[in-house]
């Protein structure tokens, strides 16, 4: 029972590959909305310069998907990056790959995904826009950072343990089990 926790163990950061396929596997069953939100204004200048086809800037990319670049009222609306059809681990990946003008163009796609409400979810129950100020807060409070991934990790873990002393509750199974898994955790980073 002592493998069972240290296999869990790895955190997101180090293994990003299945974490994005198990998310992107969720979001093709339709089960989990992918929500971004970006600037209402910054993307409709988009959606107008594609049409006039005239040049798409990272400057702009970033202004419409960083709501630090933006003023604290101005509107954030939700978009479903389900509708972009491919998985990006973030922004500057998807400028990376499809450019500043694919990525515009991408973020078109998630707003038209979002408001065709493929998984016909009630009105009331769904994303609504928010100011940038409040976009701001969630990102905050949300364990998106690496030192919240680590403490939820960390809980994770716990929990484990807890759980693993509630199965088999002998003394020295416990103590081994803490004395061996520090030493696995350090083999791994070596």
Do not use: H
Request: charged share 45%; with cysteine.
């Amino acid at each position: 029972s002592s493998v069972r926790p240290q296999s869990r163990a790895l955190p997101p950061a180090e293994s990003p590959v299945p974490a994005a396929m198990a998310a992107e596997a969720a979001a093709e069953e339709g089960k989990v909305q992918d929500i971004f939100y970006v600037c209402k204004k910054t993307l409709e200048d988009l959606q107008e310069k594609l049409k006039k086809n005239e040049e798409i800037t990272q400057e702009l990319v970033n202004q419409m998907t960083f709501p630090e670049n933006v003023d604290d009222e101005a509107i954030m609306i939700p978009v479903d990056m389900r509708g972009v059809g491919e998985d990006f681990d973030d922004v500057e990946q998807m400028v990376e790959k499809l450019g500043p003008k694919g990525t515009a163009e991408a973020f078109i796609k998630a707003k038209e995904y979002f408001d065709a409400n493929k998984d016909g979810e009630a009105e009331e129950d769904r994303p609504k826009p928010m100011t940038a100020q409040e976009w701001r807060e969630v990102l905050e409070a949300e364990p998106g950072c690496e030192e919240s991934e680590e403490e939820l990790l960390e809980d994770d873990e716990e929990e484990l343990e807890d759980l693993d002393e509630e199965e088999g509750e002998e003394g020295e199974d416990d103590d081994g089990e803490e004395a061996e898994e520090p030493a696995a955790k350090k083999a791994k980073t070596e």
